[in-house]
């Protein structure tokens, strides 16, 4: 449960990073892609993400429960592959990536149906 904060924080560094590259350094190549959306959608649900992941173990603390341990590792998951997917997909332009981005939104809602059930139980 406390590499959740860690994993957070480094998700933080990351999203930080790659959004301003995405703003300043890569602004020409994704405006001709047409995958500035995309960039900005990846970093929108590894930023939410990560704040979620710096949550989960104080909700846990409260009251221990797998349940949180799931979400925390689905959300990891999800960031992983869906942001991760959209960014290769916006530097690439290989649309067949947009494929694997749904495996991570899967992750996402899992993870949220974790949190959910968690709660229920407290």
Not at 2 to 14: C, D, T
Not at 65 to 76: H, P
Not at 91 to 101: C, E, F, Q
Request: with cysteine; hydrophobic share 50%.
């Amino acid at each position: 449960m406390r590499k959740f904060p860690l994993i957070a924080s480094s998700y933080g560094i990351i999203g930080v990073a790659l959004g301003a590259f995405g703003a300043h350094g890569l602004e020409a190549r994704l405006q001709a892609n047409n995958r500035i959306e995309t960039w900005e959608t990846a970093t929108l649900y590894l930023f939410v993400h990560a704040l979620v992941l710096l949550i989960v173990p104080l909700w846990n603390d409260r009251k221990p429960d797998s349940c949180f341990t799931v979400a925390g590792w689905c959300f990891v998951i999800g960031v992983f592959v869906f942001s991760g997917s959209l960014y290769v997909l916006s530097l690439s332009n290989i649309t067949k990536l947009g494929m694997i981005a749904p495996i991570g939104g899967v992750s996402f809602l899992v993870g949220w149906g974790a949190l959910l059930k968690g709660f229920l139980k407290q």
